[in-house]
């Protein structure tokens, strides 16, 4: 249907189809609702299942947890899925759910507008015009590469690439490779990458705590069980969700509960690495947890191969000149120790821009106000989900919503339901439009400092994605269970919102 204006009408329009966009549009689709669009950027679903293709990336949450609740996959191969599996995944919910005819595949968002008067959102994208009752953000928080301030790289002359952009096109056998960070995604690219370079030198800027993983393939006996009875799927799920839950006691530093988790760490760290010097440097400043825990069976073995390097400080410039390597160019990266190396190709895995996310740069609310404006000094909703002065828009997946110790997908959910149970509530109260209040959102902040204050997040002694670089505030991270964060959007309080009408409107 077309407005006045010539736009295509929906009553909501979801924006990226990754997790948080998939699951919103499949209970949208589950409850009848037929008029809702999800608008995505690239030429295919996924998310950051689909940008991150490096060597060896898969999942740290057992498969049967990193999943929908309400679509259950019997069929999953390990305990953590490699990330093609996931992707094809995500693919079959869309085929499955009868998302197709909701989709729009290489659409990016341009810009979105409150128009008061009509109660609504204009949307500009590369594929149209669109007018939407709803809008819901569901861009994640792991999708912009964030490129570190590395003097001269553009004057490097081999090969660079962020982790989340895989050059597949080059091949590595016999190269010299850099690989910039010691994050989840440079402890998986590693081991496969030391199997294929000639050389690789790892530039760490901080150490990483890591535990054993224990991947492995479920057997044949194993999958015709989760097949033939879903009850055995739904009993796996549940343990997963306890066992992971009980990390929140270290993450708040309770005892024994973090000493336990920082001895397993130095256990592992203590039986993987033979050389002591070695060991100090792989040995974390800060307190576990801070920083997210890793998860690997490979990564310090990799570590120990004759062709593999640690260099114990970050990458900071390409040297200047030509370098010593004939017409190539300047190859010759140093690390702020003052080492430095002559390498072929390398590869940042250095993580995403998150506490700033781009697209709020075009989106618009009441008064035309920037979302980037609003949050200047860090992204701040109520509910973890609306903002004030943004009418009927819901950001999934967005700030504090994220976990450091359980699965982002029981957040998503969570929040999905939470927007459900607004445009239910909002479709019942004759009102147009729901704006939170200020004092909602200040009061949720409020509660989220005082969860934090005492956490390992903030008081880990770390840097991380979790805060705000600006204002220290954690603005990314849920910071307490899983299961409150369920507990807490439980129950939609309209008193929270200010109900908006259209000027004009029979109950204005
Ligand atoms: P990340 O955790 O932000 O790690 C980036 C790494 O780059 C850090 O080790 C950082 O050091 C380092 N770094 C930045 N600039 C550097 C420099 N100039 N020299 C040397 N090192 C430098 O990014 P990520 O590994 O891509 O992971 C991001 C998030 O994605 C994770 O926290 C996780 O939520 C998700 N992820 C999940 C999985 C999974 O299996 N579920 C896999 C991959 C990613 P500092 O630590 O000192 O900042």
């Known amino acids: 249907m077309r407005d006045s204006r010539g736009a295509t009408a929906v009553d909501v329009l979801i924006v990226g189809a990754g997790f948080a966009g998939i699951g919103m549009g499949i209970r949208l689709a589950r409850q009848g609702k037929d008029s809702f669009v999800i608008i995505e950027q690239a030429e295919d679903v996924g998310g950051t299942w689909r940008d991150n293709r490096y060597p ?42 009868g998302l197709e005819e909701h989709l729009l595949l290489n659409c990016a968002l341009s810009e979105a507008e409150w128009d008061d008067a009509g109660a609504r959102w204009h949307v500009r994208t590369t594929r149209g015009d669109f007018s939407a009752a709803s809008l819901v953000i569901a861009t994640g928080r792991l999708s912009e590469p964030k490129i570190p301030p590395i003097k001269n790289l553009d004057g490097f002359g081999g090969r ?39 050389e690789v030198v790892v530039f760490q800027r901080s150490a990483p705590y890591i535990l ?27 343990e997963l969700f306890a066992e992971a839950e009980r990390g929140i006691g270290a993450r708040q530093r309770r005892h024994p509960d973090i000493d336990l988790l920082r001895q397993r760490a130095q256990d592992h760290l203590s039986a993987s690495i033979r050389a002591a010097a070695l060991r100090r440097l792989l040995t974390p400043d800060y307190e576990i947890g801070c920083k997210r825990i890793l998860f690997s069976d490979d990564y310090y073995a ?42 072929d190709v390398l590869v940042l895995a250095t993580g995403f821009n998150s506490t700033r996310p781009s697209i709020a740069g075009h989106i618009r609310g009441r008064h035309s106000r920037l979302l980037s404006d609003e949050w200047s000094n860090g992204m701040a909703a109520h509910a973890s989900t609306t903002v004030h002065g943004f009418p009927n828009m819901y950001v999934l997946d967005g700030p504090n919503a994220a976990l450091g ?19 239910d509530h909002l479709a019942g109260s004759g009102a147009d439009a729901l704006d939170v209040t200020a004092e909602a959102v200040h009061s949720y902040m409020r509660d989220i400092d005082k969860m934090a204050q005492d956490t390992v997040w903030v008081k880990g002694g770390c840097t991380s994605w979790y805060r705000d670089e600006r204002t220290g505030r954690v603005t990314l991270l849920w910071p307490d269970s899983a299961t409150s964060f369920r507990d807490r959007l439980a129950a939609f309080a309209p008193a929270s919102y200010e109900h908006l009408r259209r000027p004009g409107s029979p109950l204005e």
């Open 212 to 238: 054993p993983r224990g991947d492995r393939q479920y057997s044949r006996e194993e999958m015709e069980r989760f097949a033939a009875d879903p009850g055995t799927v739904t009993a796996l799920r549940e």
């Open 302 to 343: 990799s570590l120990q191969l004759g062709n593999v390097r640690l260099e114990p400080t970050p990458l900071t410039r390409i040297a200047d000149g030509s370098g010593n390597v004939g017409d190539c160019g300047n190859r010759v990266a140093v690390a702020a120790s003052g080492n430095s190396y002559e390498l």
């Open 405 to 423: 110790h359980n699965s982002a997908i029981y957040m998503i959910e969570t929040q999905v339901s939470y927007v459900l149970s607004a445009l």
């Open 56 to 97: 060896g990336v898969s999942c740290d949450i057992p498969s049967h947890l990193y999943s929908f609740s309400f679509r259950p996959n019997p069929g999953w191969s390990r305990v953590f899925a490699e990330g093609r599996e996931i992707h094809a995944y995500l693919r079959t919910c869309v085929q499955e759910e």
């Open 160 to 198: 660079w690439w962020h982790s989340a952009r895989w050059n597949a096109k080059v091949s590595l056998v016999g190269k010299r490779v850099g690989l910039v960070g010691t994050g989840a995604s440079a402890i998986q690219i590693l081991p496969r990458l030391a199997a294929e370079a000639s």
